[in-house]
T-cell receptor, first 113, second 113 residues
């Protein structure tokens, strides 16, 4: 079956530090890959996506590259802000069936001033 | 534009009482709809999904049920709540095309007391 593995959190950084949150996946076929962000008390928001190998998704300074050879979709940001503090979910959506998405367990990011 | 509405935002219910959470989608037709639960500090658990009116698939045995009486309406119910039903409930729909990702509602915080 499909699966998504994310690094355990929380990730604690100082403002302006470089961020990497690792995500690897297992899937048959050619899935689409996503990063979602959840701010406290809110639903999930789509942060960025990539639909084929070597695509780079980017949004709000975050970016992730679809690496089929390493089955990875790591999230990066060059300089984090306090307002980036949230939980980040990596997800995939595979073809076939009812397109049930598969989510990672989420990684909490805490950014200190 | 497509939007998703979920209510209520917060709910406190006694053990043994019934539950009804509603989710509606606007600006699309025949969406795939999903109910997730998120326990405190944990990842997403898929409860139900629906690919059409009256079509409900259950992912895990639950004290909960779901119904889809209309194309863009998805309801989560329980006849008798348990303490373990407490959590953050999220409705989502799948955008088109498949690579468009999933849009989440703002969530319902349910506390069973």
């Amino acid at each position: 079956g499909n699966s998504v593995t994310q690094m355990e959190g929380p990730v604690t950084l100082s403002e302006e530090a470089f961020l990497t949150i690792n995500c690897t996946y297992t899937a048959t076929g050619y899935p689409s890959l996503f990063w979602y962000v959840q701010y406290p008390g809110e639903g999930l928001q789509l942060l960025l996506k990539a639909t084929k190998a070597d695509d780079k998704g980017s949004n709000k300074g975050f970016e992730a590259t679809y690496r089929k050879e390493t089955t990875s979709f790591h999230l990066e940001k060059g300089s984090v802000q306090v307002s980036d503090s949230a939980v980040y979910f990596c997800a995939l959506s595979a073809t076939g069936g009812s397109y049930i998405p598969t989510f990672g367990r989420g990684t909490s990011l805490i950014v200190h001033p | 534009s497509q939007t998703i509405h979920q209510w209520p935002a917060t709910l406190v219910q006694p053990v043994g009482s019934p539950l009804s959470l509603e989710c509606t989608v606007e600006g699309t037709s025949n969406p795939n709809l999903y109910w997730y639960r998120q326990a405190a500090g944990r990842g997403l658990q898929l409860l139900f999904y629906s690919v059409g009116i009256g079509q409900i698939s259950s992912e895990v045995p639950q004290n909960l049920s779901a119904s889809r009486p209309q194309d863009r309406q998805f309801i989560l119910s329980s006849k008798k709540l348990l303490l373990s039903d407490s959590g953050f409930y999220l409705c989502a729909w799948r955008g088109e095309p498949l690579g468009g990702g999933y849009t989440f509602g703002s969530g319902t915080r349910l506390t069973v007391v």
